[in-house]
């Protein structure tokens, strides 16, 4: 299954992107060759850090999103194919982010990440081939292989 976090951040905060951007690889393995089902081959979640003059134009969470088979999206020229994509995006506190070392962020980001899943359960009457508690296992086990949580 491929896995990975789309990073949407401030200005102020583009170099500090550093720790989402470690963090997706290194999930983005984790999860290359594991398989919960054929309902999900792709896994989504947004991460948005912003600073609070931009607070109002994001929610705290956006509606999860399923792509049930291939779909080409060409943003700004660029053809991209998702297919059997879930995809979620989440909000981050721009302060606490700001403030973190590259190991508090992450632990900030795995602790919102495993609160996210919730939003599944929103989708899951749509999903019926996936094995989210083992998903969810996985993610577990991984953030606590890292001391994440």
């Known amino acids: 299954m491929n896995f990975g ?12 992107t550093q720790p989402i951007h470690s ?18 081959k792709s896994y989504t979640i947004g991460i948005t850090c912003v600073s609070p003059q931009f607070d109002q134009f994001y929610k705290k969470e956006t509606k999860p999103k399923y792509t049930k ?3 080409v999206i060409n943003t700004d020229g660029i053809p991209f194919t998702l297919e059997d994509n879930f995809e979620y995006s989440i909000k981050i506190d721009y302060e606490s982010f700001k ?7 992450k632990k900030m980001l795995a602790k919102s990440i495993l609160e996210s899943l919730i939003v599944f359960e929103k989708m899951k009457s749509k999903i019926k081939d996936f094995d989210y508690l083992s998903f ?14």
């Open 136 to 149: 969810k296992a996985d993610l577990e086990n991984y953030f606590l292989q890292h001391h994440l949580i």
């Open 23 to 40: 963090l997706s690889n290194d999930l983005e393995g984790y999860f290359k060759n594991r398989s919960y089902g054929l309902a999900i």
């Open 5 to 16: 976090l789309a990073v949407n951040v401030s200005v102020e905060i583009r170099n500090r």
């Open 99 to 105: 403030n973190a070392n590259e190991q508090e962020a």
């Open 69 to 71: 088979g291939i779909k």
